[in-house]
């Protein structure tokens, strides 16, 4: 059964049969009927179903211990789910971290209080404490996926002389998506009461008019950033008819904001890729574009996932199509895509399976349902972070088709060398480059009923769940020479069945070195520990955001240990409607050599079976070349109990390991060729 993805949020549209699968006229009216629920329905935003509350103001003052601790809390669940969203920021002038949320249960804003007001947290000791003030109040267009940050005045070092920005869509008072807020306020006073000075608070309608240098936009909830140039930037979607819009987005608007005695002046740019049309005149891309900047503010990229105009074989897919300010965005030129026809990517196609109609033509597809993420790095190169999987069909109308695996219907194999591997693809305009972070053992569950994995989704079922997506996300150094990746998976040992979705998520981390153009080999789990899990956070890490900027990164023994803020945002019960909490830490990762690291070197990827296994259990994996490997089976200490050598050769490698004698308990079983190692954890009963 073939996926088809399209929309803001990522749907996943099944068809039945592959006779079916070419009948686009009947999947053009699901997409529509998705498309319509994308903004109004399909993350349950329902206009009158919250509850306002007569209680005050509340924040955390108490010091917080390490791990995840919570800091707030909001009336839903929906405010966080998009995984593209830049509401954590972090801005190492002042060392100041916000959070841009929904206000928290109690919370009562002003000038009026409803399901609207949006609020920051906010720590000047990287979150020890947090105060909270309200940043956006309006009566009439009720705020909705807040994201957003800070702003600091050139040479300014006070906490209480910088700004607080944040933005996102709104509802009118029809309960219809109308337009986009843009809200600021100055810090120093922590209220209940959105900022009164004439600008602070901006509504732009969809339809308008929309006043001096700024034009139709939409959804301004993709890849805030605040940069050294005094320049603010937000992401939203370029749709000619709102009313069918996301489906019919065909660009990208930048919404620019410069200081100015006291509020933000607002400039609107626009983009349009170059894009594939299918039959019915849509477009064959996802439907929100990724920006990423310098910290100067004068470099920067947007990026779009779609189907380039002119590609051809492996190029003509779901990929980046990227463009490059030199100039602080007064102009944008276009950059070369990857070319995945080239030799280079040979490893990379031979993961994937052939289209449906060619199975020697593979075609790589940008999946951006499990998270797509950039930054820019000190030599000013764009990483891009995303997994992919097989295109079915190189049919301009069927492009946005991936298989389904197994009888779960999977987007992927998961099976050895056919997992959502994710990649970092790099380029300063004159070329491309990748690395291989890591392989993910679970993909999302489906939030709509009868669509693959819908059963083993925890969330509650109102009209529809949410879901837990890889949600990848990248983190700089404040200098651009370290590259931090985090994303969300869950291990298939202990979900149910063995299955891979992702219902029991932990967070996960590596670094790149960009100076030595290294990845470290460490694999951090970030919210499950050895030692000092929060309960409430470990495998239960459903929305997760890393802030884009880290607040430092030092040098220690055998690696490097990285202080990144982060949050986890989720239910207890999983009931969507019902008050979530958000959790905070910041803790130094320790990406180590020394010690267990459960880590998936590219040139390493191997499998154990039976997990869990008693007698024996068997190392299957498949090498591009002959190679003499050592096979260790440590204990949870990393000592060796038993260790054996293997001549292992071209392709699949299936060898036993004899563990009889062990006693029940964890173990994990090291593969070692050369300088390269990797390690899986085995469980024996």
């Known amino acids: 059964m073939n996926k088809l993805f399209t929309s803001i949020l990522t749907v996943a549209v099944l068809t039945s049969t592959a006779q079916e699968r070419l009948k686009r006229a009947s999947v053009i009216n699901m997409q529509a009927k998705i498309a319509a629920k994308n903004k109004a329905a399909f993350e349950k935003e329902k206009y009158a179903k919250a509850v306002n509350s007569p209680a005050g103001l509340t924040a955390n003052k108490s010091a917080a211990a390490p791990g995840f601790n919570s800091f707030s809390n909001s009336s839903n669940i929906y405010g966080v789910t998009i995984n593209a969203a830049k509401p954590l920021q972090y801005n190492n002038d002042i060392n100041v971290v916000s959070f841009i949320h929904r206000r928290p249960i109690g919370y009562v804003g002003a000038p009026t209080n409803n399901t609207g007001v949006i609020v920051a947290m906010i720590s000047a000791n990287q979150g020890a404490n947090w105060d909270s003030t309200c940043v956006y109040s309006d009566a009439n267009n009720v705020g909705r996926y807040p994201q957003g940050g800070l702003y600091n005045p050139p040479g300014n070092t006070s906490v209480n002389n910088a700004y607080v920005i944040a933005c996102g869509p709104a509802l009118d008072g029809g309960g219809s998506w109308a337009g986009s807020y843009f809200a600021s306020k100055q810090l120093g006073t922590y209220n209940t009461l959105a900022s009164q000075t004439p600008g602070a608070q901006q509504y732009f309608s969809t339809t308008g008019p929309f006043g001096p240098n700024v034009y139709s936009n939409d959804w301004p909830v993709y890849g805030f950033n605040s940069t050294d140039d005094g320049k603010v930037r937000a992401m939203g979607q370029l749709c000619p008819d709102p009313d069918v819009a996301p489906i019919d987005a065909k660009g990208a608007v930048i919404q620019s904001g410069t200081f100015n005695a006291g509020i933000f002046n607002w400039k609107t740019d626009s983009i349009v890729p170059p894009v594939i049309a299918k039959g019915d005149g849509f477009l064959q891309m ?104 097989t295109t079915t069909s190189d049919h301009n109308d069927s492009l946005a088709f991936t298989p389904g695996y197994d009888v779960e219907e999977y987007t992927w194999p998961h099976t050895t060398g056919k997992h959502p591997y994710l990649y970092d693809f790099m380029t300063d305009g004159t070329s491309w480059n990748y690395i291989t972070v890591d392989s993910i053992t679970s993909e999302a569950p489906a939030a709509t009923s009868g669509f693959p994995g819908f059963a083993e989704n925890p ?84 929305f997760h955001f890393t802030s884009p900027s880290a607040i430092s990164v030092s040098a220690i023994t055998g690696g490097f240990s990285a202080k990144v803020p982060m949050t986890v945002t989720t239910s207890n019960p999983y009931i969507q409607g019902s008050p979530n909490t958000h959790y905070y830490a910041s803790d130094a990762l320790n990406f180590s050599n020394v010690g267990i690291n459960e880590n998936e070197k590219d040139a390493l990827q191997f499998s154990v079976f039976p997990n869990p296994a008693n007698d024996k259990c068997v190392v299957s994996l498949n090498l591009n070349e002959p190679a003499s490997l050592e096979i260790s089976v440590l204990n949870y200490l990393g000592q060796p109990v038993k260790r054996t050598n293997h001549k292992a050769q071209f392709g699949t490698n299936d060898i036993t390991l004899d563990i009889a004698g062990l006693k029940s308990g964890v173990y994990f079983v090291n593969v070692k060729n050369g300088n390269v190692t990797s390690t899986k954890k085995l469980v024996v009963e």
């Open 286 to 389: 996802n439907s929100n574009a990724y920006m990423a900047w310098n910290e100067a503010g004068n470099i920067g990229y947007v990026v779009f996932i779609g189907s380039r105009t002119g590609a051809t074989g492996s190029n003509k897919g779901w990929q980046p199509i990227v463009y490059k300010t030199t100039n602080s965005g007064t102009s944008w030129s276009l950059l070369s895509g990857i070319d995945f026809n080239a030799p280079a990517y040979a490893t990379v196609l031979n993961r994937l399976d052939g289209t449906t109609i060619i199975p020697s033509l593979k075609i790589p597809f940008f999946n951006t349902f499990e998270g797509l993420d950039c930054a820019v790095d000190a030599n000013n190169k764009l990483h891009i972070a995303a997994v992919l999987a």
């Open 459 to 542: 969330w509650d079922d109102d009209a529809g769940k949410v879901t837990s997506d890889s949600r990848i996300q990248l983190s700089r150094s404040a200098d651009g020479q370290f590259i931090i990746y985090t994303w969300a998976e869950s291990d298939p040992n202990f979900t149910n069945g063995g299955k891979f979705w992702n219902t029991i998520p932990n967070v996960k981390a590596r670094i790149y070195d960009v100076a030595t153009a290294t990845l470290h080999a460490s694999e951090i789990n970030v919210t499950k520990p050895a030692i000092g899990a929060n309960p409430n956070v470990a495998s239960r890490a459903m």
